[in-house]
């Protein structure tokens, strides 16, 4: 079966450097999603890592060790509007699509 | 930009009422899912469908029903709506990329 797990929350400081982490459990892997939540709004695409190793894209980071079922993100140079929910997903093997999503990490930036 | 609609921002409705919400997207993605996500709990997956009129039960379909007679639309129907049926309802679309794209959510209110 798939199982994800995240810490639940977590506090920084603006400015400061944080990892999110995430450790999934799946029958088949096709690779991990992240994806940024603000309050009351719909979740938008972050990153999508297939292969190990880190893929950077602004402040935002993302870094998949396949071999130990782990990930995670890093945000640097922490901004106020970074406040928001983080949600770590995998694909159900199967052709339907299926997202099997964590239950997301609230992360508050503080000044 | 792939864009993906929901009927209505903020709905309220009475214990009983049958309740209809829609989303529909334009990017021609042939899977198509609904989701509730309640403080604590995360992304439920109520039902999702990977073709026209193709559905699947998710994780708590419980009390619900869809409808998906053209590709773009999906529609997700409350029988008789009741209080613990209050939630925000996300809808999302995928293609055979998995990630999912995410309409902005329409927070029902049953009273």
């Known amino acids: 079966g798939q199982n994800i797990d995240q810490p639940t929350e977590m506090t920084a400081t603006e400015g400061a450097i944080v990892q999110i982490n995430c450790t999934y459990q799946t029958s088949g892997f096709n690779g991990l999603f992240w994806y940024q939540q603000h309050a009351g709004e719909a979740p938008t695409f972050l990153s999508y890592n297939v292969l190990d190793g880190l893929e950077e894209k602004g402040r935002f980071s993302s870094f998949l060790s396949r071999s130990k079922g782990y990930s995670y993100l890093l945000l640097k140079e922490l901004q106020m509007k970074d406040s928001a929910s983080y949600l770590c997903a995998v694909p159900v093997p199967s052709n339907t699509g299926k997202l099997i999503f964590g239950q997301g990490t609230t992360l508050q930036v503080k000044p | 930009d792939v864009k993906v609609t929901q009927s209505s921002r903020y709905l309220v409705k009475r214990t009983g009422e049958k309740v209809f919400l829609e989303c529909v997207q334009d990017m021609d993605h042939e899977n198509m899912f609904w989701y509730r996500q309640d403080p604590g709990l995360g992304l439920r997956l109520i039902y999702f469908?990977?073709?026209?009129?193709?559905?699947e039960k998710g994780d708590i379909p419980e009390g619900y029903s869809v409808s998906r007679e053209k590709k773009e639309r999906f529609s997700l129907i409350l029988e008789s709506a009741s209080t613990n049926q209050t939630s925000m309802y996300l809808c999302a679309s995928s293609s055979d990329s998995y990630e999912q794209y995410f309409g902005p959510g329409t927070r029902l209110t049953v009273t």
């Open positions: 469908s990977y073709d026209v009129k193709m559905k």
